[in-house]
């Protein structure tokens, strides 16, 4: 009996004299292990007869129990004075400036976004989204492109299949932005306008083609609305978007399915040492027109698929690639760079956070 107390003396005082983590564990080990000394006394009590095991068993248990609890409380304070230790030696000022200032840049895509809905903003139109999955209907159908239309072959979609269908819908990845016209007639009342930045999809890739881009939707219904008003908001934005009086516009004759009638804008540009420079007269001599949007009076049609009477409202739409944008106005000439990631691009086309787009400031940063 003796010997188990003066067993557990020992070990309970080698325990608690142990100053390392390592040196504890192979106390546990010599103790609790396998063939540790308490384990092996423990296993005694098999073969003991039933009054022996009287005798000794509880003295045996209350040295496990007694071993188990100081390791337990010697690990817990070894590893509190570590974790102490550690947190004196580690010790971070949070008020010293940063050694390596941050890396990041807003992208060109992004920057212009900022500049046309403070564009718009300044004429009254809010910013309106959609999904990027998109429903074959919103895309295609209520914007008069029905399923046997060969403007739907030309949009190389990238469809979901049979396995992905909402509401007996095929999906899709959106071909453009007008999709956000449908839902924004659908579910707001007129008077409306709107523009709509976002991702769009086609199954195209070249060197001014990607398989994702960014198109800006512009959409207004009202009474009375004429092709007028089109074109006065259209120069109205490319003026304060290049920061020239001098943009000129020309409206041609095309066709969309969703527009009637159609027109494609031409803006005139500069040859500037080489370069073209958006603005200037686009039949002077060293100028010239350059294709820039599609655009056109809302059709009838795509009013009446959302629920409103064409005789009541009219409108007009614009579509125009944002990436052409800022490559217009940036100076950029390969589309695919766009979407690279890579940091000495970011560093040399991107923006600073706190070049934010203001009217008053300028949006041309
Ligand atoms: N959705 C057309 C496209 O992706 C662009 C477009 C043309 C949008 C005319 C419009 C529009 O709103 O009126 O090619």
Same mark, same amino acid.
């Given at each position: 009996?003796? !010997?188990?107390?003066?067993?557990?003396?020992?070990?309970?005082?080698?325990?608690?004299?142990?100053d390392?983590? *390592?040196?504890?564990?192979?106390?546990?080990?010599?103790?609790? #292990?396998? &063939?540790?000394?308490?384990?092996?006394?423990?296993?005694?009590?098999?073969?003991?007869?039933?009054?022996?095991?009287?005798?000794?068993?509880?003295a045996?248990? +209350?040295?496990? +129990? &007694?071993?188990?609890? =100081?390791?337990?409380?010697?690990?817990?304070?070894l !590893?509190?004075?570590?974790?102490?230790?550690?947190?004196?030696?580690?010790?971070?000022?949070?008020?010293?400036? =940063? +050694?390596?200032?941050?890396?990041? &840049?807003?992208?060109?895509?992004?920057?212009?976004?900022?500049?046309?809905?403070?564009?718009?903003?300044?004429?009254?139109?809010?910013? =309106?989204?959609?999904? $990027?999955? $998109? *429903?074959?209907?919103?895309?295609?159908?209520?914007?008069?492109?029905?399923?046997?239309?060969?403007?739907?072959?030309?949009? *190389?979609?990238?469809?979901?299949?049979?396995?992905?269908?909402?509401?007996?819908?095929?999906?899709?990845?959106?071909?453009?932005?007008?999709p956000?016209?449908?839902?924004?007639?659908?579910?707001?009342?007129?008077?409306?306008?709107?523009?709509?930045?976002?991702?769009?999809?086609?199954?195209?890739?070249d060197?001014?083609?990607?398989?994702?881009?960014?198109?800006?939707?512009?959409?207004?219904?009202?009474? #009375?609305?004429?092709?007028?008003?089109?074109?006065?908001?259209l120069?109205?934005?490319?003026?304060?978007?290049?920061?020239? +009086?001098?943009?000129?516009?020309?409206?041609?004759?095309?066709?969309?399915?969703?527009?009637?009638?159609?027109? !494609?804008?031409?803006?005139?540009?500069?040859?500037?040492?080489?370069?073209?420079?958006m603005?200037?007269?686009?039949? =002077?001599?060293?100028g010239?027109?350059? !294709?820039?949007? %599609?655009?056109?009076?809302?059709?009838?049609?795509?009013i009446?698929?959302? #629920?409103?009477?064409?005789? $009541?409202?009219?409108?007009?739409?614009?579509?125009?690639?944002?990436?052409?944008?800022?490559?217009?106005?940036?100076?950029?000439?390969?589309?695919?760079?766009?979407?690279? #990631?890579?940091?000495?691009?970011?560093?040399?086309? %991107?923006?600073?956070?706190?070049?934010?787009?203001?009217?008053?400031?300028?949006?041309?940063?």
């Open positions: 009996m003796t !010997e188990i107390t003066s067993l557990k003396d020992g070990l309970v005082a080698d325990i608690e004299s142990t390392t983590l *390592d040196a504890l564990e192979a106390l546990r080990v010599g103790a609790l #292990g396998k &063939s540790g000394v308490v384990t092996g006394l423990l296993k005694t009590l098999g073969a003991m007869t039933p009054e022996e095991r009287q005798a000794k068993g509880p045996i248990h +209350e040295l496990r +129990e &007694s071993v188990t609890a =100081a390791i337990t409380a010697r690990k817990a304070a !590893e509190t004075a570590a974790l102490d230790a550690r947190l004196a030696a580690e010790r971070l000022d949070m008020t010293l400036p =940063a +050694e390596v200032a941050p890396q990041g &840049s807003v992208h060109p895509v992004s920057q212009v976004m900022d500049e046309l809905a403070e564009i718009f903003a300044d004429l009254g139109f809010s910013v =309106a989204t959609g999904p $990027e999955i $998109e *429903d074959d209907w919103r895309n295609f159908s209520a914007l008069n492109i029905p399923e046997t239309h060969p403007a739907r072959a030309m949009h *190389d979609t990238f469809y979901f299949g049979d396995n992905y269908q909402v509401d007996g819908k095929a999906m899709l990845l959106r071909t453009h932005t007008s956000v016209q449908i839902r924004t007639m659908v579910s707001e009342a007129p008077p409306i306008r709107i523009i709509a930045p976002g991702r769009v999809y086609r199954s195209d890739s060197a001014t083609h990607t398989p994702m881009f960014h198109q800006v939707e512009g959409l207004v219904i009202d009474k #009375g609305i004429t092709l007028g008003h089109l074109k006065w908001t120069e109205t934005f490319l003026k304060a978007y290049f920061e020239r +009086e001098d943009m000129v516009l020309r409206l041609r004759p095309s066709y969309f399915p969703f527009t009637e009638p159609s027109v !494609e804008v031409d803006v005139g540009f500069t040859w500037v040492n080489g370069q073209r420079v603005g200037g007269s686009g039949d =002077a001599e060293n010239g027109w350059m !294709e820039l949007l %599609g655009s056109g009076m809302v059709h009838p049609a795509v009446r698929n959302c #629920g409103l009477d064409p005789d $009541e409202w009219q409108g007009f739409a614009f579509g125009v690639g944002v990436d052409r944008l800022a490559m217009l106005k940036y100076g950029m000439n390969d589309l695919r760079a766009f979407f690279d #990631g890579d940091l000495r691009w970011l560093r040399h086309y %991107g923006f600073s956070a706190l070049d934010v787009p203001t009217l008053s400031g300028g949006v041309g940063a």
